[in-house]
């Protein structure tokens, strides 16, 4: 009888996790979703298919982590880097270095076969991750999110309403609206297409690019990349073979 695997994601604003079946390797259910702050605030539990599997964390938000231990969970391992030796990390301070950004590089480099690499996270933040061509991490970019950044303009204007976040069809919007959400998706896009190219620069050479996070599917850029939603279940399920 094969105990199923759950992989979880704690990010700063949402948790999202996915089952794997032991019987179907490589293979997962639809991602579901809960509010981090949620769990922080014991407003929500556990989910019950927590419970009766193996789960398998990537947390950014060491209360969670605290949470998790005390827990009763059949059987949990939260991941370190230590979990991923074939990525070197380049970096002054490792111990900073946030455990989702070495398991995209990771799950990256399985999927991309090429290297340099960068990949580009619309998380809370929007982060960069450049992997050389010796698989070592070199460090990268960290910007506000987009979501952040329709936040504060909205609780730091006077009229700036807070807007559900679309990609308007013109660069110039004609309203307030359309105008914001320019700035958040299409000014974003022309950061990110001119950071690749400080990135490459940099590097001395092209870099092979992969894109991650809730709003990769409005970030439309010029230059071929590779979009997986959810690059961070891939890099766990490594940790499933």
């Known amino acids: 009888m094969f105990v199923p695997t759950v992989l979880v994601d704690v990010g700063n604003t949402r948790t999202d996790w996915c ?3 032991d019987d179907e390797p490589g293979e997962f259910s639809p991602p579901e979703h809960i509010s981090t702050q949620a769990l922080l605030d014991r407003r929500a539990g556990f989910p019950d298919s927590w419970r ?3 789960v398998i964390v990537a947390s950014v938000v060491p209360q969670i982590d605290v949470q998790l231990q005390k827990s009763q969970l059949l059987e949990l391992k939260l991941v370190t880097r230590q979990d991923y030796p074939q990525i070197k990390l380049g970096v002054d301070h490792p111990d900073e270095v946030g455990i989702d950004r070495i398991i995209n590089v990771a799950a990256a ?6 290297l340099p690499l960068v990949v580009v996270d619309f998380g809370t933040a929007t982060t960069f991750d450049v992997l050389d061509a010796s698989s070592t ?10 979501g952040l950044s329709r936040d504060i303009l909205n609780e730091r204007t006077a009229k700036l309403p807070k807007i559900e976040i679309f990609r308007p069809v013109h660069v110039i919007g004609h309203n307030t609206v359309d105008a914001m959400a320019s700035g958040l998706i299409r000014a974003y896009e022309a950061m990110v297409e001119g950071m690749l190219l400080q990135i490459e620069k940099e590097l001395g050479t092209s ?9 990769t599917e409005l970030v439309k850029l010029e230059r071929p990349s590779r979009i997986i939603p959810y690059l961070c279940f891939e890099g766990l399920k490594q940790l499933c073979r």
């Open 19 to 21: 089952m794997e079946y």
């Open 52 to 54: 009766f599997s193996r």
């Open 109 to 114: 480099r399985e999927i991309a076969k090429k």
């Open 137 to 146: 991490y070199l460090g990268g970019v960290i910007a506000p999110g987009i």
């Open 207 to 215: 870099a092979e690019l992969v894109l991650t996070g809730g709003y």
